[in-house]
């Protein structure tokens, strides 16, 4: 099956710093999901992104289908963005099966 | 507040018992799913109904059993679980399978005593 990679598996931030987590995957993908799990065990949708670039506030993601992987960036980070961000995959003719990466845990200090 | 709903926060059971959790969302979502995570580990799937059908069953024991009562609800039966299922159950929906954003509820924390 697909294998799903995240880099790194941890960060540490200080309060106001920018940061690129990635998330590269080992065959074609249907599409490409970014989530974050907060300390609460909350799971948000982040970012649809089956290729292409997209942004959302300080978040912003980019896929290269062509390539094989996914970048999410965060700028200024704050505490609140504190949490386990989390790259899925739905690949072949599984349409359903979305496959988890292991995540990114990053950790803002104030 | 979420687009998904799920009852109840937290769960404890023997392993005798006999549970449900339950899941509800009025978004529209035509795909929904069951997904077990376990500590500092990623959500892995268990079960997708599509249209009200089961869509995949990823191998998972008969002690769970799903039910799909209407495009609103979504149903966990749990029966004679080992405290090794003990874990945080997720429901997710999405608009439809496989080509939409997926939006989870908050959980149930299951503790299988």
């Known amino acids: 099956g697909i294998q799903v990679e995240q880099s790194p598996p941890d960060l540490i931030l200080q309060e106001g710093a920018n940061s690129t987590l990635r998330c590269n995957f080992s065959?074609?993908?249907?599409?490409l999901q970014w989530f974050h799990q907060n300390p609460w065990g909350q799971l948000i949708n982040l970012f649809y992104i089956p290729s292409g670039t997209k942004q959302n506030g300080r978040l912003s993601a980019t896929t290269v289908a062509t390539e094989r992987y996914s970048l999410l960036y965060i700028s200024s980070s704050q505490t609140t963005d504190s949490g386990v961000y989390f790259c899925a995959v739905n690949y072949g003719g599984s349409q359903g099966n979305l496959i988890f990466g292991k995540g990114t845990k990053l950790s803002v200090k104030p | 507040d979420t687009e998904v709903t799920q009852t109840p926060k937290h769960l404890v059971m023997g392993m005798t018992n006999k549970k449900s959790l339950k899941c509800e969302q009025h978004?529209?979502?035509?795909?929904m799913y069951w997904y077990k995570q376990k500590a500092k580990k990623p959500p892995e799937l268990m079960f997708v109904?599509?249209?009200?059908?089961?869509?995949i069953n990823e191998s998972v024991p008969s002690r769970f059993s799903p039910e799909c009562p209407n495009s609103s609800l979504l149903n966990l039966h749990l029966h004679a679980l080992q405290p090794e299922d003990s874990a945080l159950y997720l429901c997710?929906?999405?608009?439809?399978?496989?080509?939409?954003?997926?939006?989870f509820g908050n959980g149930t924390r299951l503790t299988v005593t």
């Open positions: 109904y599509s249209y009200e059908k089961l869509s």
């Open positions: 997710a929906g999405a608009v439809t399978l496989g080509t939409s954003p997926l939006h």
């Open positions: 978004m529209g979502h035509r795909a």
């Open positions: 065959d074609s993908v249907n599409n």
